[in-house]
């Protein structure tokens, strides 16, 4: 089954899926170096829900939010490694930097966020209550940073580099 989609295409069966009694969990997140944080939010929120539709910040999106070298895995290979995960039904791509034009097109049932979000702080939190969309907060505490990880990985490189042969 491919897992990736167009958002417009996701529209459709996200209507059809509610219209048959389904509910439909959206998240969304960079998802730059898998960790175990990231999969606890996934399982968190498939629980939520039938269905489980994650967006995928863009390349050029990470770029905006996270800075200058990210994303250290590209767009592809990262919906690649998130196909890979049952709990994740279906993935797209988008290019904002926040996800109201994704809720306002794909209209879920629940709009998921991690839990270094409250329902007052959600970006999208006016669109979700206009669309009739739950916020839903869910995942483990935030001790867990693709940011800290590349921290730990740079420390540890630098103490444990080996000498050159010049």
Known sequence: MQKLKKREALAGLVAKLKKGGKTVAFANGCFDIMHVGHVR?????????????????????????KGKGRPLVNEKERSEILSAFSCVDHILIFNELTVDKTLEILRPTYHCKGTDYTADTVPEKEIAQKLGVKIAIVGDPKDHSTKDIIKTIVENYEKNRPESCS
């Open 41 to 65: 939010f996934l399982e968190a929120a498939k629980a939520r829900a039938d269905v489980l539709v994650l967006g995928l910040n863009s390349d050029a999106s990470v770029r905006k939010l």
